[in-house]
């Protein structure tokens, strides 16, 4: 098959949504089929890789963005003889989409808690603009078929748009277990010494020579280390956490905020909490595998996302996880066995409590939870999560040819 592979992005620099677009375009590939790959941008070194055609946007406002990304996908593949067109960002003219994305019409629900406040971001011109992509996807005349990744979006889609269940298609996410995996945690006490000895000084409340001096104390294996990682720390629920770690009764435990964001910000946070000498925000890491490995747990009490990539690459490290029941990635958790799973992201309370049962755990618990993780993210590799898209490509293909 000729497959258009359709996404704003597709790097293995950014977010799990763009890394997942290699993955599928490299599994596609290792399976015999020919893909394109649409967007605006790719990283440089994979350009040898694929066919990468780039998309002109309208960059004048976000929906000017929105709409003329979709717009101008649509007319490409027209253009082209494509067996299958999926998506994995919202535009015209695919043959099957995957969820990847929040979808935007359960969204602003469940950010814009006030009702006031919901009323008037329905009227907020890119909430429209994607509001009607959407609907246009999950309609009677959208896609043919819909690939979700928990039963959570399944559910949201039938509630929402009342789409009928033969549409939709629950395929999990797979990790590339050649990055992502225990071994990893070889390199631990490496990356431990290497992240304690950044943390800020009592004295200073910077991070340098002093703080590697007055946090000696805190480089030791058996010092509670929590990791965080996201391109968007207040959506991810970065606030929570650090309430959360504030409120925690053992006050040695530590967190490794990793990705970019708000820096500065919820520095300042993490000071008026009084935890700012617990707290260390890494910024963005390339090599995030060799985190995971050092962390004791993994922590992200999401807002509300489809699936959580992030989740299961810690596991695949050997990192129990902590998220939040409006998350996919829940789905994988197997609460005391692999993780646990609190009610949202504003289950401050409930968030707290978990961290320190956790960490009260004896070390063969921890260490058992740890094999536990490897086990359910060693089943869900990347060539598996192609096969099945592949299948599915196959069937709506069959549809297509039969008028």
């Known amino acids: 098959m000729h497959i258009a592979l359709i996404r704003r992005f597709c790097s293995l620099k950014k977010a799990g949504a763009e890394r997942y677009c290699v993955n599928l375009f490299r599994g596609l590939q290792k399976l015999g089929h020919q893909v394109t790959v649409i967007g605006e941008g790719i990283d440089d070194e994979l350009r040898n890789e694929v066919e990468f055609v780039p998309i002109h946007v309208d960059r004048m406002t976000s929906w000017t963005r929105n709409l003329s990304f979709s717009a101008n996908c649509a007319k490409f593949v027209r253009s082209r003889p494509f067996d299958i067109v999926h998506g994995l960002s919202r535009v015209e003219g695919l043959d099957t989409f995957r969820l990847t994305d929040p979808m935007q019409t359960h969204w602003v629900k469940v950010w814009y808690r006030n009702p006031v406040s919901q009323w008037f971001q329905q009227l907020n011109p890119r909430h429209r603009a994607i509001f009607e992509l959407e609907r246009k996807l ?52 490496a990356v431990r010494s290497e992240l304690f000895g950044q943390f800020p000084s009592a004295a200073s409340g910077q991070a340098g020579n002093d703080a590697r001096e007055t946090g000696a104390d805190v480089q030791q294996d058996d010092t509670p280390l929590i ?177």
């Open 227 to 403: 990791i965080f990682a996201s391109m968007d720390f207040r959506r991810k629920g970065l606030d929570s956490l650090l309430a959360a770690l504030a409120k925690t009764k053992n006050r040695d435990i530590r967190l490794a905020v990793l990705g970019a964001g708000d820096i500065e910000g919820y520095r300042r946070i993490a000071r008026s909490l009084g935890i700012e000498q617990r707290v260390y925000f890494a910024g963005r890491q390339s090599s995030i595998a060799r985190f995971y490995g050092a962390g004791d747990l993994f922590v992200l009490p999401t807002v509300y996302e489809p699936f959580p990539n992030v989740n299961l690459e810690a596991m695949a490290c050997g990192t129990p996880v902590i998220t939040t029941a409006t998350a996919g990635g829940a789905d994988i958790i197997q609460v005391g066995r692999n993780g646990y799973v609190i009610p949202d992201a504003w289950s401050v309370q409930e968030l707290t409590e978990q961290i320190d049962h956790f960490f009260a755990l004896p070390s063969n618990v921890r260490i058992a939870m740890s094999d536990a993780c490897w086990q359910v993210a060693s089943r869900l590799k990347v060539e598996d999560n192609a096969r099945q898209v592949v299948q599915l490509f196959e069937e709506v293909l069959r549809e297509k040819n039969a008028g």
């Open 138 to 189: 999950y309609g009677p005349t959208g896609v043919r078929r819909v690939i979700v990744q928990s039963k959570l979006d399944a559910r949201l889609l039938t509630q929402y748009f009342g789409i009928d269940e033969s549409r939709i298609r629950h395929i999990v996410n797979g990790v590339d277990t050649s990055v992502f995996h225990p071994g990893v945690r070889f390199e631990r006490d």
